[in-house]
């Protein structure tokens, strides 16, 4: 039990971490890093998901769609990022996402 606990901990943390580092990307406009900025948010989601932490993951969403939502550069980003995590979790979903890439505009 002492291992969950502190491997819980330990995922709050990180989690915390992330948040402030993708702020700090996102709020100076560091354009160059928006692309590791966009993989640890989807690798954080995939953690919180993992943790059963849904409703912590779609507040984050949240908070960096009203953010974020005149940084088109970060936007494209976080979409390549999500889409290259599901691709890598999930290879047999590829032509399902190619779908949904013709029909989102």
Known sequence: MKNAIT???DCDWWIAEVK????T??????????GKAAMLLSALAEVQAVHGRSDETQALRTHFQQK???LLAFRRELREALKMLILAL???L????KVCARLTP
């Open 7 to 9: 491997g819980l901990r």
């Open 25 to 34: 990307i996102v709020g100076n406009q560091h354009r160059g890093s928006y």
């Open 68 to 70: 974020c939502s005149r």
């Open 94 to 97: 590829e032509p399902m996402i």
């Open 20 to 23: 402030t580092r993708v702020d």
């Open 90 to 92: 999930f290879p047999l």
